[in-house]
């Protein structure tokens, strides 16, 4: 079956489309606007540009830039395309290691169509609306939380100078109470959407089993679960995963002599990390769970106990994924027997 790699560089309002197949090398196609009604446009050109090199099916592979690929991607998966959206970072390096330093749209558009051909990146699919939904409504209340933090540190900053006062004073509380309606208005928004979806509050109940996985955490963690096997194809495997959180260890050793302290990479949401690392500290003050039990052993093996709670954060990532994957309730036992 002959495929027809489309790389696509996408920006606010403009796609810059390649295209090549396994005996053609990366060639542009043209520049589209970034719209609902140019997608027509150009899937006819890759449409005839693909029955002309006898083509019978087309990858799309574009890099996530922000949302702004969301609609394309959906609309090329739902008009029959393959689509992947692979890691920037991975992309880059891949680039880099070959030779190409230059970056611009059209560069990058070239560069996406050679990278789908010669890597072959994960197939994405698109994430179900209700957990699209609610990563929507996830995210604002991290925004609302945000602001909530920033208006109290002006709020207690004005008043250690003793200039809390006054017209100053009005507009900071008037603020803050608005905030406060609207975070308690998401909540119960949240807590709506759950419960009028039975799976999204099954796969919930399921990783609250989950050691170190409480109230706080369990959603934006269902959500990163159901974005990685979006973007994996739901094949994605647990070392991809804690890559993609940045909960990864990045060793550096030089000859005998040159040995630098383990870091993790720090890639992707932060968020997400500060919430594992969190559950972590939550997770291990039970000293029956299994959680526990694994950092109390990286502690006896002389890890620092920082490292240690890394660890924890990034074990609690794996089970959740397995959880997540397969669907099955958390199994101490199984657990334990892997950490020995």
């Known amino acids: ?43 006819e050109a890759v449409d005839q540009q693909a029955r002309e090199l006898g ?14 690929e969301q609609r394309l991607a959906c609309f090329a998966y739902e008009y029959g395309w393959q689509v992947s959206l692979p890691n ?28 789908g051909r010669e890597r072959k990146p994960s197939l994405w699919t698109p994430m179900p609306k209700d957990v699209a939904a609610l990563s929507d409504l996830l995210d604002r209340r991290h925004d609302i939380e945000h602001m909530l933090r920033q208006e109290r540190n002006r709020q207690h900053a004005l ?26 208005e ?20 399921l990783l609250r089993q989950v050691p170190g996985v409480g109230p706080k955490n369990v959603l934006p963690i269902l959500v990163l679960c159901a974005r990685w096997s979006s973007l994996t194809d739901h094949r994605g ?16 050793q030089s000859g005998r002599t040159v040995h630098k302290q ?7 949401n932060p968020t997400i990390r500060c919430q594992l690392f969190m559950g972590a500290l939550g997770g291990i003050r039970s ?32 089970w959740s994924w397995a959880v997540y994957r397969h669907q099955v309730p958390f199994a101490p036992a199984l657990a334990r027997a892997r950490n020995l």
């Open 262 to 268: 383990p870091k993790i990479s720090r890639q992707g």
């Open 287 to 318: 000293r029956r769970s299994v959680l526990r039990q694994f950092y109390d052993r990286l502690l006896s093996a002389g890890k620092p106990k920082m490292v240690a709670l890394v660890a924890a954060a990034r074990k609690i990532l794996v």
């Open 186 to 205: 998401i909540e119960r928004d949240i807590k709506g959407h759950i419960d009028q979806h039975p799976k999204l509050k099954s796969q919930a109940k």
């Open 55 to 68: 083509c019978d099916s087309v990858l799309l592979v574009a890099e996530p830039t922000g949302g702004y």
């Open 159 to 184: 008043q250690g100078q003793g200039r809390y006062q006054g017209a100053v004073q009005n507009s900071i509380e008037r603020t803050l109470h608005r905030l406060e309606e609207s975070l308690a």
């Open 88 to 115: 920037p970072r991975q992309v880059r390096q891949w680039a880099q290691g070959i030779g190409i330093r230059s970056k611009t749209d059209r560069q990058d558009a070239l560069l996406l169509a050679q990278f």
């Open 1 to 43: 079956m002959a495929v027809m790699v489309v790389g696509v560089d996408v920006s606010k309002n403009t796609l810059d489309v390649a295209y090549c197949t396994e005996r053609i090398e990366p060639a542009l196609l043209g520049s589209f606007r970034n719209e609902a009604a140019s997608f027509g446009s150009l899937t």
């Open 237 to 252: 495997s647990y070392k991809g995963l804690t890559a993609y959180v940045g909960l990864d260890p990045q060793h550096y």
